[in-house]
């Protein structure tokens, strides 16, 4: 009974040592991988523009400030069509109108006592129709229009709807450009690139075209678009 003993204690021994060996091997195996990055990058056109023109009247008397205000509307909506912008494409919005007599802060010496601001939105999907009018709004401030930078930028805003649609192929893209790496990096090491172990397709941005500091994507009807997915490989 103690050889039978001692015989399967052996045995248990080495098939113990056996399964350990094997496990380690397996680890090591299974921790060979490579991470790579791959990047997709598209210059796409804005398909929407967003120009928020806010003009300011002042009078002393509601009437006069009205009268201004309206003189103001007129001449945008005139700048407008000689841009071939049409009337359908303006919204008004904001209308505030303040007195500022009721402000116990203000000088009652002032002869300014009201003051109405108003803006005229316009929405477009001719992007270069309003990027040229955008560059000759000076000629607004030359027939007396007073136009303001308040509650919002002072330029049009630049839209790219279509991101969905060239979602899929970027992905592809970008997708195929790290394995691209992770193959060269296999060859490097005199290995073989082994399966996807994971797969991160990260975040996709929209970003100006001509990037510089306080240059903001909005402000630029040409974006570029980019994607960097991350992925890992086994190594064999």
């Not at 009205?66 to 919005?93: C, P, T």
């Not at 803006?119 to 709004?137: C, F, H, N, Y």
């Not at 991101?163 to 970027?170: A, E, F, S, V, Y």
């Not at 490097?188 to 075209?209: C, M, P, S, W």
């Amino acid at each position: 009974m103690k050889v039978i003993a001692a015989l399967i204690l052996g045995l248990s021994a080495i098939m113990s040592a056996s399964l350990i060996s094997d496990g380690l091997t397996d680890l090591r195996t299974g921790d060979r991988y490579v991470t790579v990055k791959g990047v997709a990058e598209r210059e796409v056109n804005a398909d929407l523009a967003l120009w928020p023109i806010r003009f300011v009247a002042t009078g002393v008397s509601l009437s006069e400030a009205q009268d201004k205000a309206r003189s103001s509307r007129n001449a945008i909506m005139a700048f407008l069509k000689l841009q071939a912008i049409g009337d359908s494409a303006v919204e008004l919005q904001r209308l505030d109108v303040t007195d500022t007599r009721a402000n116990p802060y203000q000088d009652n010496n002032s002869q300014q006592k009201f003051i109405i601001s108003q803006t005229l939105m316009v929405r477009s999907e001719d992007i270069e129709k309003i990027r040229q009018a955008a560059q000759g709004v000076s000629e607004l401030v030359d027939s007396g229009v007073v136009l303001s930078s308040d509650y919002g930028p002072s330029g049009p805003t630049y839209l790219f709807n279509g991101l969905n649609d060239i979602k899929p192929d970027m992905i592809a893209e970008a997708t195929a450009s790290a394995r691209e790496a992770a193959s060269q990096f296999a060859e490097d090491a005199k290995t073989e690139l082994g399966d996807l172990r994971r797969a991160n397709q990260g975040v996709f941005q929209i970003l100006a075209r001509d990037q510089a500091p306080g240059v903001s994507e909005q402000q630029h009807p040409v974006k570029t678009v980019r994607v960097v997915s991350t992925v890992e490989y086994y190594l064999r």
